[in-house]
Every structure is written in structure tokens, then in C-alpha cells.
């Protein structure tokens, strides 16, 4: 997918600056964009540094372990039929606490990790289970409580107040992930009813 | 709310500090070794930003990304999108540096305090890598039939960007 981003982008942009010509300033951001790349990459480093060592104190003193438990019923609502003791159900609460912190590294290998169970529970099929595609689509929206890379951002581009997005971010995050659950409850119900129709015939 | 927002970031720092030395963490050395990670974070995500400023730059610069604004601007309008930030809507559930890139250009072209600058900064905040990380979770348990997950994830990710500019124009009044 990338390589066809990266090709496609140039090629446009040599087709687009040939007929606008407008090469001058295209041949300029090829010179020029690698340096702001990693000028760019300098000004996110101290920040994922710094919070990725204050993460790591958060995971070392089991923060994600004490957030996820307040999760638990949570998880039972969304995941139906998911014994909240099974190993399946506390790697999905300590991934969402991972993405709560914003503990990127973090919520990876757990979420991986509550997959290959999920997996297990539904055979080890090629088809996703109803389980696995809720999961996943959590992980598609943002959970993020401190969105600390873009107030960086916004600092560095001189924001007089770089938090003050926040609330914002949390009401349509919310906004999306309700849609989300809502997309696979109701997607999940159709498909069901279409194969028991099916089971039914045979 | 300025005022209060200020305090989320030194708080977060001192409580998550303080609950380490209580449960006994070296919280000096733990986070060095944490932060050590950040810097192979950095190493990884460098190369990516160069290719993806260079063509999104040359793209910018051919008058490319203009026509694309252009194109989608009666979707835009119709959901109370600003045009300007439809470049980034198009590339944040696809690549993340991609996001990351746009995302600091409008900053830099329209002002962090802007009304485009803000509903930017929300759609960055309130979104994630969709693609990759469907591929990236279905690929580690080799499930290949994905079902509605895509079509789920995708409204999800378009109602959050439909409700950024709505709430940047709640709490800012735009």
C-alpha cells in the first residue's frame, strides 16, 4: 500500500508541476524536505523520549494492571459470551488501558497477545469471530486520554495554549468509538440472522 | 478551561512519578530504559517522515494537493468540514507519518489556534493508523477474512472527523 503512496504521490506531483509550471517549486521540496524531515523527527524525539520513560514507570509500577480492572465490566457488556476470567478478556483490558495511557509500545504486543487468544477461542479460523472484529475496531479509534505528540506539535507551532484541544478530542474520540460499537453490534446481528438462515436451509 | 488544561501534563508527570516510588519502582532507572525505547521509536519513524515530506512536499508544491482540496470540497462542505483538512482526513486512517506530516504543515500554513488548526489538531487526536492496525492485529492471528471490520472502523473514523469541526465549533465558538 505505502510503495504505491510514495510512487503515486511523486509521479502526480511531476505530472501536476510539468502542467502548472510550477517544477521550480517541486525541484526546491525535494531539496529541501529531507532536512525538514528530520528537523521534524528532532522536535517529536525529547517528547516520545520523555514519555516513553515515563510510561515505562507507569507499566513497571502495574498502573495499566490497577486501570484495567476498572474495566472489566466494561469489557463484559462489549464482549458478550467472553468469560471476564478468561485469558482472552484481561489481555483485552490491558490493552485498552495501554491505549488509554497512550502506551503505544505497550498496547501492541498486549493486543496481539488477547488476538492469538480470541483466536484460539474461535478455532484458529481464516474468519474473524464477532469478538475479534469489536476488539479490533477499539483499536482503530483513538483512546488516548493526553494527546501529548500534538500538543507538542502545537506548542512548536506557537500555540498560546497547546492543551486546550483536549476536551474536544475526548467528545468526538467518543463520538467515534460509540459508532464503532454500534457499527459491530449491528453489523454483527445482520450477518448473524443471514446465517442462521442459512444453517436453516441446510 | 486554558487554565485547568495546564495542569494535566505536570500532574500526569508527578502522579504517575509518585505512584512508582510508591510501589517501590526505580523510577530513575526505569525511566531511562523507557526512555531509551523512545529513542529506537524515533530511529523507526525518522526514514518513514523523510519519504512521506518529500512527496508529500513535492505534491503540495506541484499544485497537487490544491486540485484534491478542490475536488472534495463540496463533500467537505456538506460535512461542515473545512476544505483545508480534508487532506489529512483522506491520509489518517492510512499512514500514520502521512498524518503526522499534513498535520504539521496546516499548523504551520493556518496557525495552531486557527479553526482549521484546531479541528486539525482534534482529527490528529481523536484518530488512529485504521489500516494498519487492521493489518497489523488480523496478520499476527493470519485471519484473512475480515468481515465488517473495515466498513465499522471507517464510519467510526468519519463521524470522529465530523464531530471535530463540530465540537471545535462548540467549545470555540467559530
Not at chain 1, 505505502?2 to 503515486?8: E, L, Q
Not at chain 1, 498486549?110 to 492469538?116: C, F, P, T
Not at chain 1, 460509540?178 to 453489523?187: D, F, Q, S, Y
Not at chain 2, 530511529?43 to 486540485?67: E, H, Q, R
Request: one cysteine or more; glycine letters at 10%; hydrophobic letters at 50%.
Amino acid at each position: 500500500m505505502m510503495k504505491w503512496i510514495f510512487f503515486g504521490l511523486c509521479a502526480i506531483s511531476l505530472l501536476f508541476g510539468a502542467g502548472l509550471g510550477r517544477m521550480g517549486e517541486v525541484s526546491s521540496a525535494v531539496i529541501t524536505s529531507g532536512g525538514e524531515a528530520i528537523q521534524l523527527g528532532l522536535t517529536l524525539a525529547g517528547a516520545i523520549c520523555l514519555w516513553s520513560g515515563v510510561m515505562r514507570v507507569a507499566s513497571q509500577a502495574k498502573l495499566t494492571e490497577q486501570i484495567s480492572r476498572l474495566f472489566s465490566p466494561f469489557i463484559r457488556l462489549l464482549f458478550k459470551g467472553l468469560s471476564p476470567k478468561s485469558e482472552a478478556a484481561q489481555a483485552i483490558c490491558l490493552n485498552i488501558s495501554a491505549n488509554l495511557l497512550g502506551l503505544g509500545n505497550a498496547a501492541t504486543p498486549l493486543g496481539i497477545a488477547a488476538m492469538s487468544k480470541l483466536s484460539e477461542l474461535n478455532g484458529h479460523s481464516d474468519t474473524a469471530s464477532d469478538h475479534m472484529c469489536m476488539f479490533v475496531v477499539l483499536n482503530t479509534a483513538s483512546l488516548q486520554i493526553i494527546p501529548t505528540t500534538i500538543a507538542l506539535l502545537r506548542a512548536n507551532a506557537g500555540s498560546a495554549s497547546p492543551m486546550e484541544i483536549m476536551p474536544a478530542s475526548w467528545a468526538a474520540s467518543s463520538a467515534s468509538i460509540l459508532t464503532g460499537i454500534l457499527m459491530v453490534k449491528l453489523l454483527s446481528s445482520l450477518r448473524g440472522r443471514k446465517g442462521s438462515l442459512l444453517y436453516g436451509r441446510a | 478551561m486554558a487554565g485547568l488544561s495546564d495542569f494535566v501534563l505536570p500532574i500526569t508527570l508527578v502522579g504517575i512519578l509518585g505512584y512508582g516510588i510508591f510501589k517501590g519502582v526505580d523510577v530513575f532507572g526505569e525511566f531511562l530504559t523507557g526512555a531509551k525505547e523512545g529513542l529506537t521509536t524515533v530511529v523507526n519513524i525518522v526514514p518513514a517522515i523523510i519519504a512521506l515530506m518529500t512527496c508529500v512536499g513535492m505534491f503540495k508544491a506541484s499544485g497537487a494537493l490544491d486540485g484534491i482540496v478542490w475536488l472534495f470540497s463540496p463533500v467537505a462542505a456538506a460535512l461542515q468540514l473545512p476544505q483545508e483538512v480534508v487532506p489529512l482526513a483522506i491520509l489518517r486512517p492510512i499512514s500514520g507519518s502521512g498524518a503526522l506530516v499534513i498535520y504539521n504543515d496546516i499548523l504551520a500554513t493556518h496557525g495552531p489556534d486557527s479553526f482549521i488548526g484546531r479541528v486539525a489538531s482534534v482529527i490528529e487526536g481523536s484518530s488512529e493508523t485504521t489500516f494498519y492496525t487492521i493489518a497489523v492485529y488480523y496478520g499476527a492471528v493470519k485471519v484473512s477474512k475480515t468481515r465488517y471490520t473495515l466498513s465499522a472502523s471507517l464510519s467510526a473514523d468519519l463521524v470522529g472527523f465530523v464531530m471535530s469541526a463540530f465540537m471545535v465549533r462548540m467549545i470555540f465558538g467559530f
